[in-house]
């Protein structure tokens, strides 16, 4: 995760995904790393198909990515794909978090 960030920083997000996509059993850390590195860039539509990704790996974001991806919704008016990761946030019990709420 730290050499995904390292790339990022430096917006190199191929490299930082290339290094995600060698990881042989990525971890939520590693994809979220991304995501909010994609998010402070403004690809936003980049880090929902990450957050995708993530999700097919049968990752579930923690209480910090998903306050993230729900801004990340509504700056694309992404109605779907927000009631998705709600629908995630209530089946997964982070709904009840007071950081998501």
Known sequence: A??????????????????????????????????????????????LGVFSRMFSYGLIPDSHVLPSLFKVCAELSAFQAGKQIHCISCVSGLDMDAFVQ
Do not use: E, G, R, W
């Open 2 to 47: 730290k050499l995904i960030a390292s790339y990022s920083n430096y917006s190199c997000f191929d490299d930082a995904n290339l290094v995600l996509q060698s990881i042989p059993d990525p971890t939520v850390y590693s994809f979220s790393s991304l995501i909010y590195a994609l998010i402070k860039a403004k690809l936003f539509s980049k880090s």
